[in-house]
Nanobody, 126 residues
Framework: QGQLVESGGGSVQAGGSLRLSCAAS????????LTWVRQAPGKGLEWVSV???????SYAPSAEGRFNISRDNDKNILYLELNDLKSDDTAMYYC????????????????????RGQGTQVTVSS
């Protein structure tokens, strides 16, 4: 079972940017599809982005064009760059990996996270 530790969250004004990091250990990072998900107060878990082993990126409609997922396989770190932040982006952000192949089921709204970190809070004020 892997371990994931998120960092980089904080409080920003609308329109601002943040860069989240996720340090991984205990599993073969370079051979694992990885994801960022978030949970806003009073809401369920929402997938944000997925990056494949080969670096192919996919984004939820709410993140498309504003967020950028990337990975450093040498350092075992996953990143999520958040740009043009909106108040609706306020949430706890988690990194993780899935049970289904490259989080296919997660993107369909299923409960699919196999492992996730403890999260990092992002708060956007308008």
């Amino acid at each position: 079972q892997g371990q994931l530790v998120e960092s980089g969250g904080g409080s920003v004004q609308a329109g601002g940017s943040l860069r989240l990091s996720c340090a991984a250990s205990g599993f073969l990072f370079s051979h694992t599809c990885l994801t960022w998900v978030r949970q806003a107060p009073g809401k369920g878990l929402e997938w944000v982005s997925v990056i494949s082993i080969g670096g192919t990126r996919s984004y939820a409609p709410s993140a498309e064009g504003r967020f950028n997922i990337s990975r450093d396989n040498d350092k075992n770190i996953l990143y999520l760059e958040l740009n043009d932040l909106k108040s609706d982006d306020t949430a706890m952000y988690y990194c993780g990996y899935c049970t289904s192949y490259c989080c296919t089921d997660l993107k369909k709204g299923a409960s699919d996270l196999k492992v996730r970190g403890q999260g990092t809070q992002v708060t956007v004020s308008s």
